[in-house]
Nanobody, 124 residues
Framework: QMQFVEFGGGSVQPGGSLRLSCTAS?????????????MGWYRQAPGKQRELVAH???????HYAASVKGRFDISRDNAKNTVYLQMPDLKPEDTAVYYC?????????????WGQGTQVNVSS
């Protein structure tokens, strides 16, 4: 089992930047498991469904939602069991609760994990 803790949310003005981080902890083999999991960031704005923002595979292949592609950057440091989301040039429509997510890769049987969420507010 792993637990995920997120950091980095906050309030910024439009055009500002934030970097979210999500670190896994838990059993002694968490590091090995973390390295193969697909790590992602989702967000949920008030009154809307949770949506995928970006994800990154264990080998570093990334995927972004169209709304953030070319603007946000997802990365991971397997040695630190941490995934990051760099968010420059933030817009009011980026306001949401951001959730860290961990999914087992295809062919691997394991649980899906969620972080507790961190609030991002973008307003002037």
């Amino acid at each position: 089992q792993m637990q995920f803790v997120e950091f980095g949310g906050g309030s910024v003005q439009p055009g500002g930047s934030l970097r979210l981080s999500c670190t896994a902890s838990g059993s002694p083999d968490s590091g090995g498991i973390f390295a193969i999991y697909i790590m992602g960031w989702y967000r949920q704005a008030p009154g809307k469904q949770r949506e995928l923002v970006a994800h990154i595979t264990g080998s570093g292949v990334t995927h972004y939602a169209a709304s953030v592609k070319g603007r946000f950057d997802i990365s991971r440091d397997n040695a630190k069991n941490t995934v990051y989301l760099q968010m420059p040039d933030l817009k009011p429509e980026d306001t949401a609760v951001y959730y860290c997510n961990a999914d087992p890769p295809p062919g691997f049987v394991g649980p899906r994990y969620w972080g507790q969420g961190t609030q991002v507010n973008v307003s002037s």
